[in-house]
């Protein structure tokens, strides 16, 4: 189920593709002036997504991911308020009731973390969590007084699905492999993602030119082969995800987009 609660919520990056061993990284103080800055146009403030998710032929759950304006700063920096929540549908709350609320307060330059709250209530299974990080000194404190290292610019599990999409794919081939750090459970993870070529994939809401990735795997991993998961992204500016599709245990589940609201471009992959 935590893999389902992971695709609810579109972070299905990290939990599928995440190494078994955690990272132990050794790094110094970084200034704030030498953080990390990212120039993409791929979302702005005001952005909404809503997502369907299906298990076999049957509609399980959704989920919305929405960028809002805060005047909460990091270090004194301006901040994007990012809130995903994945909760399930109809029969699926009679015997499994899940409402998940994540929160991230990224950066607006850098498009890394520095608040991270998540609540989740599955089934009666809960968990609470909030991290802050300190990324000009290299680690992120933990609301159960724990303090860890981490690269400067590590990302939280709804800042990750962010900076993928101001990943430069201009000129991009086939087989090319992107790579970053993501800060969950208490560690620090590697992320590693591979360009599988174009396709047009069709969805409820319409048909779309999209970037096919698929993960790097690793020993050890939740999902065994490449085709056990594979998302799309819109093959223009936005880089929105259409289309997540995951073979599980007991069956398959895909996420796919049914709603948007607030893009930054033209949405001008849809073909039809």
């Known amino acids: 189920m935590k893999t389902f609660i992971a695709l609810i919520l579109g972070t299905t990056l990290v939990y599928a593709f995440k190494t078994t061993v955690p990272q132990k990284p050794h790094f110094t103080s970084t200034p704030t002036s030498d953080l990390p800055h990212v120039k993409h146009k791929a979302f702005q403030v005001g952005e909404k997504l809503r997502y369907r998710v299906t298990y076999g032929f049957m509609d399980a759950g959704e989920a919305t991911l929405e960028l809002k304006s805060t005047t909460k700063k990091g270090d004194g920096r301006e901040l994007i308020h990012a809130v995903g929540i994945g909760k399930t549908l109809g029969g699926f709350n009679t015997f499994y009731r899940v409402f998940d609320k994540y929160e991230t307060f990224f950066d607006k330059s850098g498009v890394f973390p520095w608040f991270f709250k998540r609540r989740v209530d599955e089934g009666g299974y809960k968990i609470s969590q909030d991290y802050s990080f300190k990324q000009a000194d290299n680690k992120v404190v933990t609301d159960k007084g724990k303090t860890f290292k981490i ?122």
Not at 172 to 185: A, L, S
Not at 197 to 215: A, H, L, Q, Y
């Open 151 to 272: 690269p400067s610019g590590t990302q939280d599990m709804i800042s990750a699905f962010y900076y993928a999409r101001t990943l430069d794919l201009s000129n991009i081939k086939k087989g090319k492999t992107f790579e970053f750090k993501v800060f969950m459970d208490d560690e620090v993870f590697n992320l590693k993602i591979r360009y599988l070529g174009t396709e047009n994939i069709s969805v409820r809401k319409g048909t779309f030119k999209c970037f096919k990735f698929g993960p790097v795997m690793q020993k050890g991993r939740y999902f065994k082969k490449e085709e056990d998961v594979n998302f799309w992204i819109t093959a223009d500016d936005n880089r929105i995800p259409v289309l997540v599709k995951a073979n599980i245990p007991v069956g398959s589940v895909k996420l796919q987009l049914v709603e948007w609201n607030g893009l930054r471009n033209p949405l001008s992959s849809k073909v039809k």
